[in-house]
């Protein structure tokens, strides 16, 4: 089946413990992609991945690092969690770019306390 | 700045009665992509349909009809004979050929009262 992964579901932490939230897909996706959605304003997009070794910033990338090592993977690291990162946080892929539409992994509900 | 506009935030119908979601984009891209997302209570994202900006036909799918007008730069988004399945919050989106973002809207929180 196609999808995209999402680990873990939720979380609850403490401010400045690293965290990491894994997203893989099984569709050779070449496009992949982080959005954190909170209440009044939508999907934004933190970070996004055209292939392999290569990530650009989307409209709300302070705070957080992505990586792209295999065209599977693109987690997403909080290095220092602060608690206006609470939030619900999608990872996205497509086939190739901005032309096509994405499929969504299930969302990670973040508390930072 | 805002790309996407969705400016009703919530919107309630009574089972069985049309309801037209709006989205207004800004771009001076003449390529570019847009996009209507359904998230249902359960919370995932649903893909609904996507149209490039060389196409503007009217699109319809079964209950479900969209209206691209370049002119007043709006794809409109209509249920007919809306059902209580309906209810869910509709994301509109942009994705400009300039670059590799897509920009979503607020959403727009539908009820569908049976």
């Known amino acids: 089946e196609a999808q995209v992964t999402q680990n873990p579901r939720y979380l609850i932490t403490v401010t400045g413990k690293k965290l990491t939230v894994t997203c893989s897909q099984n569709?050779?996706?070449?496009?992949m992609s982080w959005y954190r959605q909170d209440p009044g304003l939508g999907l934004r997009q933190i970070y996004y991945?055209?292939?392999?070794?290569?990530?650009d910033k989307g409209d709300v990338p302070e705070g957080y690092k992505v990586s792209r090592k295999e065209k599977r993977n693109f987690p997403l690291i909080l290095e220092s969690p602060s608690p206006n990162q609470t939030s619900l946080y999608f990872c996205?892929?497509?086939?190739?770019?901005?032309?096509?539409?994405?499929?969504f992994g299930d969302g990670t509900r973040l508390s930072i306390l | 700045a805002q790309k996407v506009t969705q400016a009703q935030t919530e919107i309630s119908v009574v089972e069985k009665e049309d309801v037209t979601l709006d989205c207004v984009y800004e771009?001076?891209?003449?390529?570019?992509?847009l996009f209507w997302y359904k998230q249902p209570p359960s919370g995932e994202l649903v893909f609904l349909i996507r149209?490039?900006?060389?196409?503007?036909q009217n699109e319809i799918s079964g209950r479900y009809s969209w209206n691209f007008q370049k002119s007043t730069s709006s794809f409109n988004f209509t249920i007919t004979a809306s059902q209580v399945v309906d209810s869910a919050v509709y994301f509109c989106?942009?994705?400009?050929?300039?670059?590799?973002?897509?920009?979503f809207g607020t959403g727009t929180s539908l009820t569908v009262i049976p």
């Open positions: 996205a892929s497509s086939l190739q770019g901005q032309e096509q539409p994405q499929h």
């Open positions: 569709m050779n996706h070449e496009y």
């Open positions: 991945s055209m292939n392999v070794e290569v990530t």
């Open positions: 771009t001076r891209d003449t390529t570019y992509y």
């Open positions: 149209r490039n900006s060389f196409d503007e």
């Open positions: 989106a942009l994705s400009l050929s300039t670059g590799n973002q897509f920009y």
